[in-house]
Nanobody, 113 residues
Framework: VQLQASGGGLVQAGGSLTLSCVAP????????MGWYRQAPGKQRELVAA???????TYADSVKGRFTISRDNAKNMVFLQMSSLKPEDTAVYYC????????WGQGTLVTVSS
């Protein structure tokens, strides 16, 4: 069973997208969950995280533009992205923060200038 991220696409700079991820309960329940991204030629980075209790952290590069949320009843985590920039172009993944499981396919976000 894999983590399944969806909602990516092509958007113009300044636009918005919302990503969704369904996680296996064994990974999701009680775990801090995060959204990661990997741009071409760069390392994967954590951009937003949320504990099961609702505490959040964000990378400086997305603070004020991205909002992470989760639905504990459905084992889902979301990432609302606004004021998108070309440098946000990447494949986005969700995963546990403390002990990441096998990475799913991710969802591609492309921001055109």
């Amino acid at each position: 069973v894999q983590l399944q991220a969806s909602g990516g696409g092509l958007v113009q700079a300044g636009g918005s997208l919302t990503l969704s991820c369904v996680a296996p309960g064994s990974i999701f329940r009680g775990s801090p969950m995060g959204w990661y991204r990997q741009a071409p030629g760069k390392q994967r980075e954590l951009v937003a995280a949320m504990t099961s209790g609702g505490s959040t952290t964000y990378a400086d590069s997305v603070k004020g533009r991205f909002t992470i949320s989760r639905d504990n009843a459905k084992n889902m985590v979301f990432l609302q992205m606004s004021s998108l920039k070309p440098e946000d172009t990447a494949v986005y993944y969700c995963n546990a923060v403390r002990a990441p499981a096998s990475w799913g396919q991710g969802t591609l976000v492309t921001v055109s200038s």
